[in-house]
Structure formats: structure tokens, C-alpha cells
């Protein structure tokens, strides 16, 4: 009996160990085979541009890859470069921004290279889909978000988290020299105030003395590991780790095993105690889509861009007026002449008539755009505005960062931070030309929330300055930027937070 049971398990060692032998010469000679692709499309290059990338002797002149781009494009004559190793064409080209995103447009999707990379977090959601998919839901979302009901229900979610729980929180760390890393909560913010306009759901992420939801955590989690696959030297290094379900690979697949499980709670919950009288968006959408896994995709994709754009635009621009206290004081004042000495704010009208708000809002995209860089990849051989021809297969950037440096755009002063360019005898006047400033895109794929992200960014704005002084707490020239899909300070935002004693009036004077 004993001598059977151990000659069981040697055959079972046997076969382990031939399993794990098999397994072995799988993994490498699949690494054999990539590495031989990855030398053969990456390595043979000695040009200037790609050795300065490869072996990162840019950081020894810039602090952020987007500011050696930016150099790399004012040089150009073209305003055109390709990085060779990473098969990219990058531009600050308007007319090539218009010709990818409105002339040649079927000939510039996003690509089944990008779609692969946020595949498994977003799955058919809006922003990872090209074709059919692409067009039902723009057309769905188009029709939803253009309503003025949605509309008015997202002024008033993004109103209550001001007034319940952002301006409580300023308030709170206003009376001593606290620090407070300011991105962090406008993270905290908008991920609050997506998750109730898209859900319904309430994640309570900016109640500090409460810990992170799972879902929260989950999210945050899922969104970071998926944008550093987008960082990765080849595809072939994370589609690998993703194979054999390790390192980071292996945290992303259950961070996003988390966030479907709890996303698919919801939509059963919504469906079983009914959905017709509530106003998220995901509740609108039930009414056309039965499938669950798609309704998922389609609101995660929300989440995932009505988060970290608006908490990257909300950081730069309060890092902005930090440093520029001339144009707080000019807010304040338009402030006092529209909606009146310590008044609220109590419509969307309101917001409408403050110029200056909406300008300074403008020059600071213009400056710091939440994301930094678009890609498409060509399908078939084309040749840009520019001369630049581009083969099929090749990724091809346009770059608003870059193209809110360029002299020929903006002037001579296209450094300065100064909201008065977009101010025609005090009425908001915005650029004639979309793609010269497509920070929301431009064309066919323009953002669909542009206005309602507007309205957000331009609330929480003004209701901090006009009850809070935001001083920073290291005053840098230069923000340092952490790799991935939207901009991020590296070392967040610190400030100090002080009441906001001072009138406006005698602000404005102080710096006039």
C-alpha cells in the first residue's frame, strides 16, 4: 500500500517537473522571439533623437519628456519629429492635427496597439473602441449629455460635493499651517462626483476621516497600472508578465477583477429596484442597452476620464493662480460684479457670464493640458500637410502640450501665462482655429463633456477663491510630471490654505 501511495507521488513529482520544464522552454523561447523582434524594430538606430531616447540624456537638460518634445518640435521646420524606435510620428502641426482628426479621419483610429493596452480595464468602452462600436456610443452619449435635465443634474452633484464636503475639508485645515497636497484631494473630488453622475454611486472618497472604498482603491489602482503599460519600452514586456500573471500584471488583473465585480453589483442592484426615474448616467443608458458587460465598459470608461483630466486640470490651474496672484484678483473682482459680495453661486447662468474664470480656465489648458499627447495609428501609407509621410502601422501623436508653446500660434509671449488672450473687450472669445488648441480634441471625436467639464472646473474654481487663499507650500518654477496617460505632479500639489480675508478689490490693487 505504501510502496502504491509512493509510486504515485514520484509519478506525480515526474510529471510537475516535466510540466514545469515544458512551461519553461515556452517562456523562453517566446522571449527568444521577441527579443529578436524587439532588436530587429527598435535597436538599429543611431540617430540623434533616438540614442537621446534611449538612453534618456534628455533628463540632463529637461525635467519632463513633454519638454524635450516641445524643444524638439519649435526646431523642427516642420513642427514634425519621428522617435524611430518607438515607430512615432509626433506633431504640433495644426494642419496636421486637422488632417488626422477631421480630413483623413477613417485613416487615424485609435488603433487595436492602444485598444490592447487599456483592453482589459475598459474593455468596448467609448474611449477604447474605433468603427460601429464607436459611433452607437458617441451618438447615445451625444444624445444623453445634451440634455439639459443631465446637465442640470451634474451642476447639482458637482455643487453638493463643493458644499458638503470639499469646502468643509479647505475649511478644516484653514486654521493652522497644515499642508494639504491639493492634487491629491481634487482626486479625491472627482472621483466622487464622476461616480454619482455615472452610477449613482457614492464612493465618499474626499471624506478624509473615512478609509478608500475598495472600489475607490480598486480603481485607482487599475487606472495607474493600465497607463505604465503605455510607458513600457515594447508591448511585449507587459503582454509577457500579463501571460504569466506576474508582478505588476498580476495586481492589475485583480484590482480590475474588483472594480467589475463591484461595477456589475451595481447595475443588478439598479435593474431589480428599477432605474427609470433616476438621473445617472448609467441608469439613462440601461434604458437602451440590456448588455450588462457593455453597460459596465461604456461607464468605466466615464469614470476613468471624467476623473483624472479634471483633477490634472483643477491641480494645474490652482498651481497656476497660485503663482500668478494678479489673475486671482481679477477673478474675484468679476466675481463680486456677477454674482455679488458674498453670494453663492446659484446657476449655470452665472458661470456663464464670468469671462475672465473662463479665460484664465483656457490659458491654463493652453499651458498645462490634461493630456499631453494623442495617439492614432495609420492604416494605410499617407502623406501629412507637413511632406511627412507616414507608413502604415506607424503610431502618429499630435501634441497639445507642445502646441501651446509655439510662437506661431500664440505670439511671442506664448510662455506666459496670461488669461487676457482669449478676452476680446471683456467677452470670452475663443480661438478660431479648433485645431490649434485641441485640448479637447477637435473634429469628429471632439469631447462630448466638454461643456459639463466646464461648468465643473469653473465651479469648484470659483467657489475656493473666492472663500480661500491657496499659497504654495514649495514654490517651484517648474512642475515635474509622473509618466502616464494624463498629467500628474509628480510630487502633487502642497499648499497652505488661508481664509480669504482680503477683498478682492483691495487685492486687485495690491497687484495692479
Given at each position: 500500500m505504501e510502496a502504491?501511495?509512493?509510486?504515485?507521488?514520484?509519478?506525480?513529482?515526474?510529471?510537475?517537473?516535466?510540466?514545469?520544464?515544458?512551461?519553461?522552454?515556452?517562456?523562453?523561447?517566446?522571449?527568444?522571439?521577441?527579443?529578436?523582434?524587439?532588436?530587429?524594430?527598435?535597436?538599429?538606430?543611431?540617430?540623434?533623437?533616438?540614442?537621446?531616447?534611449i538612453e534618456s540624456r534628455w533628463t540632463t537638460q529637461f525635467g519632463n519628456l513633454?519638454?524635450?518634445?516641445?524643444?524638439?518640435?519649435?526646431?523642427?521646420p516642420t513642427r514634425t519629429i519621428h522617435i524611430h524606435v518607438l515607430n512615432n510620428t509626433i506633431t504640433a502641426n495644426p494642419d496636421n492635427?486637422?488632417?488626422?482628426?477631421?480630413?483623413?479621419?477613417?485613416?487615424?483610429?485609435k488603433g487595436k496597439p492602444f485598444s490592447a493596452i487599456l483592453g482589459d480595464f475598459l474593455g468596448r468602452g467609448i474611449f477604447n473602441v474605433d468603427g460601429d462600436l464607436w459611433r452607437f456610443q458617441r451618438k447615445m452619449a451625444s444624445f444623453e449629455l445634451g440634455r439639459t435635465s443631465i446637465r442640470a443634474y451634474s451642476f447639482q452633484v458637482v455643487n453638493q460635493e463643493i458644499d458638503r464636503r470639499l469646502l468643509p475639508l479647505l475649511e478644516s485645515v484653514s486654521v493652522g499651517n497644515q499642508v494639504l497636497d491639493l492634487q491629491d484631494?481634487?482626486?479625491?473630488?472627482?472621483?466622487?462626483?464622476i461616480c454619482r453622475f455615472s452610477f449613482g454611486l457614492d464612493p465618499k472618497s474626499l471624506e478624509l476621516s473615512l478609509p478608500l472604498s475598495k472600489?475607490?482603491?480598486?480603481?485607482?489602482?487599475?487606472?495607474?497600472?493600465?497607463?505604465?503599460r503605455a510607458m513600457t519600452a515594447s508591448p511585449i514586456v507587459w503582454k509577457i508578465k500579463r501571460l504569466l500573471n506576474i508582478g505588476r500584471e498580476k495586481q492589475l488583473r485583480k484590482a480590475i477583477k474588483i472594480v467589475h465585480i463591484l461595477a456589475r453589483e451595481v447595475i443588478k442592484q439598479r435593474r431589480k429596484f428599477g432605474f427609470s426615474d433616476q438621473n445617472d448616467l448609467l441608469s439613462r443608458f440601461m434604458s437602451s442597452i440590456s448588455d450588462e458587460t457593455y453597460l459596465r465598459d461604456i461607464i468605466i470608461s466615464f469614470l476613468l476620464a471624467g476623473r483624472d483630466s479634471m483633477a490634472s486640470a483643477l491641480t494645474s490651474f490652482f498651481w497656476l493662480v497660485a503663482c500668478h496672484p494678479e489673475v486671482e484678483g481679477a477673478i474675484l473682482i468679476e466675481a463680486e460684479k456677477i454674482i455679488g459680495p458674498n453670494q453663492d453661486l446659484t446657476s449655470y447662468e452665472q458661470l456663464r457670464e464670468l469671462h475672465y474664470l473662463h479665460a484664465a480656465v483656457y490659458e491654463s489648458m493652453r499651458l498645462y493640458p490634461p493630456i499631453q499627447f494623442d495617439s492614432k495609428f495609420c492604416l494605410e501609407d499617407d502623406l501629412l500637410p507637413d511632406g511627412s509621410f507616414v507608413?502604415?502601422?506607424?503610431?502618429?501623436t499630435y501634441h497639445p502640450y507642445a502646441m501651446g508653446r509655439m510662437e506661431e500660434i500664440w505670439g511671442s509671449d506664448c510662455l506666459e501665462f496670461k488669461p487676457e488672450r482669449w478676452l476680446r473687450n471683456g467677452v470670452f472669445f475663443p480661438h478660431e482655429n479648433p485645431f490649434k488648441y485641441p485640448v479637447f480634441q477637435a473634429g469628429i471625436r471632439v469631447c462630448l463633456g466638454k461643456e459639463m467639464a466646464l461648468v465643473e472646473l469653473k465651479s469648484v474654481a470659483i467657489s475656493l477663491l473666492r472663500r480661500f487663499h491657496v499659497e504654495l507650500a514649495q514654490p517651484e518654477c517648474t512642475p515635474r510630471f509622473s509618466p502616464g496617460l494624463t498629467a500628474t505632479f509628480a510630487d502633487g500639489l502642497r499648499v497652505l490654505v488661508r481664509p480669504q480675508s482680503v477683498s478682492s478689490s483691495s487685492k486687485q490693487s495690491q497687484h495692479s
Open positions: 502504491a501511495a509512493s509510486s504515485g507521488i514520484r509519478a506525480f513529482d515526474d510529471y510537475y517537473l516535466l510540466f514545469v520544464f515544458f512551461l519553461l522552454v515556452i517562456v523562453i523561447m517566446l522571449l527568444i522571439f521577441f527579443g529578436i523582434r524587439l532588436v530587429r524594430v527598435r535597436v538599429w538606430c543611431n540617430c540623434e533623437i533616438c540614442q537621446t531616447y513633454c519638454d524635450w518634445y516641445a524643444h524638439l518640435l519649435k526646431n523642427s492635427v486637422e488632417y488626422m482628426l477631421k480630413t483623413r479621419f477613417d485613416n487615424f483610429p484631494v481634487f482626486r479625491r473630488f472627482s472621483f466622487d462626483s472600489f475607490a482603491v480598486s480603481f485607482d489602482l487599475a487606472s495607474r497600472l493600465s497607463a505604465e507608413k502604415r502601422g506607424t503610431r502618429v
